[in-house]
């Protein structure tokens, strides 16, 4: 097993500079912008350069994923968000809980901008939302829940959704469903492990020994009853083959002749975090 604590990680697709120009042609169309963030990493998981995209737009940060996170931690960020004059709202995506609060901010914006346009002349229209996040927010579950039924993609893997594309939720509200971006340059490495730990940048392009072991030792770091619990790690050493090892031994993924797959233990661990196996977790701190 190759330890690369040290890799970094660069992921910028053609197609996230291609949809960061389309946001800004369509920028005048756009009312509200609902900015998704995820739960689990709430200061690594916020686009870098959004305000250069969306202007003075009004937004309303959306915190998806509230259900899988370390709400202890989450919440002092939300907090910290809300002291910067934000507007957030901690969605539970899998029961819909605080759906109907966000839609109801949203007519509480129009409202207002309806007025404008009333004193224009102009009549009221529906509102017109633009969604953007990260790749594997939560954005296409959080649409669905818009909506009350299925209707757009949902997918595991980054870049599952490849156009800006218009949704209407009712009569009041259409939604302008964007692909995941990120940002040319991820100049901060801890938080590009962050994000690709919780599968935001392409598995295809990472080391996942590299991914696996900064889990480790975020867990360690953060949540060592989690890793004792799961794993029956009550230790790290420097270079993680004993703990491989025990990982292997605890999970069944000997080969032949009890040799350790270390790439599949890799995966056991991504795998594991991915699927909340580890309990509330939140990566990101103040």
């Known amino acids: 097993m190759e330890n690369r604590q040290n890799t970094t990680i660069n992921w910028y ?87 109907l609060k966000l839609i109801s901010i949203t007519k509480e914006i129009m409202e207002v ?61 259409e939604l302008l469903d964007s692909p995941g971006i990120l940002w040319p340059k991820i100049s901060d490495q801890e938080a590009a492990h962050i994000l690709a730990s919780f599968s935001a940048i392409k598995e295809e392009i990472l080391n996942i020994d590299s991914i696996a072991s900064f889990i480790l030792r975020k867990l360690y770091e953060l949540y060592p009853e989690s890793l004792k619990e799961r794993y029956g790690i009550l230790e790290l050493d420097d270079d993680l083959i004993e703990v491989y090892d025990k990982i292997a031994l605890r999970r069944g993924v000997l080969s032949r002749g009890g040799v350790v797959d270390y790439e599949k233990v890799s995966s056991i661990i991504i795998r594991d975090l991915k699927n909340g196996y580890f309990g509330p977790i939140t990566f990101d701190r103040l």
């Open 13 to 99: 697709p053609g197609h996230m500079a291609k949809t960061k120009r389309e946001i800004i042609e369509k920028l005048n169309l756009i009312d509200v912008v609902y900015e998704v963030i995820d739960a689990r990493m709430p200061l690594s998981s916020k686009i870098v350069d959004i305000d250069d995209l969306i202007k003075n737009k009004p937004r309303i940060l959306v915190m998806t994923k509230y259900d899988l996170c370390d709400k202890k931690e989450t919440d002092k960020i939300i907090k910290y968000y809300e002291q910067q004059g934000y507007r957030v709202i901690p969605v539970d995506l899998m029961k819909g809980d605080n759906v």
């Open 113 to 173: 901008e309806n007025k404008k346009r009333e004193v224009r002349g102009l009549k009221p229209r529906a509102g017109r939302v633009l969604i953007v996040g990260i790749p594997n927010a939560g954005k296409s579950t959080l649409i669905n829940r818009l909506v009350g039924r299925k209707s757009a993609g949902v997918g595991n893997t980054p870049g599952f959704t490849k156009s800006l594309s218009w949704i209407r939720i009712n009569k009041d509200l």
